[in-house]
């Protein structure tokens, strides 16, 4: 089999392996296995719901119900030119998929810019949220300093050069330096698929969109930090230690002292720990689940 059809052939056991639903006249996808308590996943960038495709059906097995959308702009789902791609409106987006998919009440499982678009939701959501577990990502978005390998796609001409030289080769380099610690147990179409998802349709232009509309007002913050303070539902970090750019030891530490956490459960792993520790991050879903049950009887 050739490499171009056996990246289509993983991309495609994907789409087989999850569902299309409309909410709001937009067409999206998502990973919708089991039963029971709903675990909500939300992805970063460049990803999408294909990140978690060993969370999600390790959570059905366990007797839960995953759950894992994909962005409007990323993904299966539509891309829209005339969405607003900021963070509060992808947090609406998400609490409208929530209702769409009968999720009342779900635990919250947020990486990347699904961190920041998950605290608003949960903010926003407070008496829908049974926990929330935290992965790479960051809270203080008022002092956020994207990383380096972000800052290009948020130029314009230079988002889109950039964004060209993002082939396979190129993104299994940056996947290998920045993703995880050892990428020998991932197959590469596997790999490769997340670039070919990411420019599927639109060449990744709604991308290109996102990435220049990052939140970093003081209103938001606030919001954000609404999130894991004071809250009913138990709340837990869990980080690839490795990360090379949304660092443990700064932006790990900063959501500890926000969330008023005592500790930072540290897997180890890169900034894709899902590839890596999905069984791990799963193990430490269950166990806030257990402590959600004694905290919020159902």
Known sequence: MSEKKSVEAVIERHEASGKYFN???????GLDQGNGEAVLCLHGVPTSSFLYRKIVPALAEKGYRGVAIDFPGLG?????EDFDYSFPSLAKFCAEVAKSLGLDKYHLLIH????PVGFALAAENRD?????????TWIDVVNFKKPWPMRPFEKPVLGDIELATLKHLTWQIMFNKMGVNDSS?????EIYAYIDILKRGDGGDAFLKLMKNFDDSEEFRSLCYRAVQNVPYPVQAVWG???PFLTLDHHGQEIKKVAGLSE?????SRHFLQEEKPMEIVAKLEEIIQKSRQMLPR
């Open 23 to 29: 909410v709001n006249g937009l067409q999206c996808f």
């Open 185 to 189: 147990e991932i197959p590469k179409n």
């Open 112 to 115: 990347d810019i699904g961190g």
């Open 241 to 243: 230690a490795d990360d």
């Open 264 to 268: 930072i459960h540290q897997l180890s």
């Open 128 to 136: 829908r949220i049974l926990s929330l577990t935290i992965l790479n």
């Open 76 to 80: 299966f789902s539509d891309r829209p």
